[in-house]
């Protein structure tokens, strides 16, 4: 088991398309089920920073800034829910090695420049991992009304409010990682998407859905180390 790390994610952006649970399904791990709101499937980007990533053993203000973007569906494992991760890029190339040997998660090291300003927030990603497929991508997007939290059952909390991530490891198992935090604080977004080949780079045409955003402004959080999902079964 790696150690369970720290982390401040500031400035999230949940962009979120409804889909056919069959057009998520052939990109999972078998032992892995599509998790469903009201029959649909979903697929969300998730650009935001990481400000404090760290060891929790290690205090708060001693870890490393970390931009990522990441492509995402939402799973369960024996009816457990969770995320799936289809891919992650991220602005740091030890952390990028870190995650794929310790924690199993597909990580790319990209260059990604993020700005803020006036509660808005620029972010653009190209992803330079050598022999990876090209991602790129440009937006703009920020808070809009007012802030709340999302009720069980909405479709707001099964977007959000997820306590646990699936990966596979290079022999086929399923492992998995708890995340702790608060709730999210959440908004209405609006978005400016310039450029996203997200999709694409991870085997799915773009969905002809409209997306559901949400902002948040962000949590602070605590990551188990990964664990065999088999675990699980005696819980």
Do not use: C
């Not at 620029?122 to 009304?145: C, E, I, L, M, N």
């Amino acid at each position: 088991m790696v150690v369970s790390l720290s982390m401040g994610w500031r400035r999230l952006l949940f962009a979120n398309w409804p889909v056919e649970p069959d057009r998520v399904r052939p990109h999972l791990p078998q032992r892995l089920s599509v998790d469903t709101h009201d029959g649909k499937a979903w697929l969300s980007v998730v650009p935001f920073t990481n400000v404090d990533v760290r060891p929790r053993a290690l205090p708060s203000g001693t870890g490393v800034p970390l931009p990522e973007l990441n492509l995402r569906t939402y799973v369960s494992y024996e009816g457990r829910p969770g995320v799936y991760f289809f891919s992650l890029d991220a602005d740091g190339l030890a952390a990028v090695l870190g995650a794929r040997l310790f924690h199993h998660l597909p990580y790319y090291y990209a260059d990604i420049d993020l700005s803020a300003d006036d509660g808005s927030v620029g972010f653009t990603s190209r992803r330079r991992h050598r022999g990876a497929r090209p991602v790129r991508f440009d937006a703009t997007y920020g808070p809009t009304g007012s802030r709340y939290y999302a009720d069980r059952g909405s479709l707001e909390h099964f977007l959000t409010e997820r306590y646990r991530y699936y990966t596979e490891a290079p022999d086929g198992s399923i492992r998995y990682a708890d995340v702790s935090h608060e709730p999210w604080p959440l908004y209405d977004a609006e978005v400016s998407f310039r450029e996203n080949t997200l999709f694409a780079a991870n085997g799915f045409d773009r969905p002809e859905t409209e997306p559901v955003h949400l902002y948040s402004p962000g949590v602070d959080t605590i990551a188990s180390g990964s664990k065999p999902a088999r675990e699980l079964r005696t819980r």
